[in-house]
Nanobody, 123 residues
Framework: QVQLVESGGGLVQPGGSLRLSCAAS????????IGWFRQAPGKEREGVSC????????SYADSVKARFTISRDNAKNTVYLQMDSLKPEDTAVYYC????????????????WGQGTQVTVSS
């Protein structure tokens, strides 16, 4: 059974940092492209960042460029999202997902999804 489990969310003040983790069981994440998505209340779920399988090229939404960093630790079968300089508009439930083909921010291309972790940025 494949499971993706996000962790690391929480409440942080504006300008603060959080590191989200996406740990997998039943699947080897290095064989998949991994995406981070988020959904704020009343809004559509949107792509935040993705990392390809293999060489691990990365992409970011314009709203998070230069603030968020996606990375992999293949030995731990885990993907991370380092979030710095957080803003109130980053508040959302964050999801990781795994895809076997291309399509960084194309949600239908993703086969496996985690349950999400809440990130709240507020003073």
């Amino acid at each position: 059974q494949v499971q993706l489990v996000e962790s690391g969310g929480g409440l942080v003040q504006p300008g603060g940092s959080l590191r989200l983790s996406c740990a997998a069981s039943g699947v080897t994440l290095s064989n998949y492209g991994i995406g981070w998505f988020r959904q704020a209340p009343g809004k559509e779920r949107e792509g935040v960042s993705c990392i390809s399988r293999g060489a691990g090229s990365t992409s970011y939404a314009d709203s998070v460029k230069a603030r968020f960093t996606i990375s992999r630790d293949n030995a731990k079968n885990t993907v991370y999202l380092q979030m710095d300089s957080l803003k109130p508009e980053d508040t959302a439930v964050y999801y990781c997902a795994a895809r076997s083909g291309n399509g960084c921010f194309l949600q239908p291309y993703y086969t496996y999804w985690g349950q999400g972790t809440q990130v709240t940025v507020s003073s």
